[in-house]
């Protein structure tokens, strides 16, 4: 059984907005800070934004001001927006959560392009 299931991705234009979700399992939900990470092709997964189960949030400095990480508890999903898209935000994204090394979903995909 799935431990991570995202969604909402899509092609957008630059400067246009979406929403990417992650549904985990309650205890994963409850148990460990959630992650977002994003991959291109040739380049190593990158770290976008944290939450932990208290609602704290950190961000990588390149979506500071255009993307917000925030949790629903009553659906075990966490939330990635993301306004102000550039074509550099074309990527995987892929949630992330749980012991050690941590559950990857499938990924989803997001294109920025005019």
Known sequence: QAQLVESGGG????????????????????GYPMRWYRQTPGKQRELVATITSSGGTNYA?????????????AKNTVYLQMNSLKPEDTAVYYCNAGPGVGYWGQGTRVTVSS
């Open 11 to 30: 092609l957008v234009q630059p400067g246009g907005s979406l929403r990417l979700s992650c549904a985990a399992s309650g205890s994963i939900f409850r």
């Open 61 to 73: 400095d390149f979506v500071k001001g255009r993307f917000t990480i925030s949790r629903d508890s």
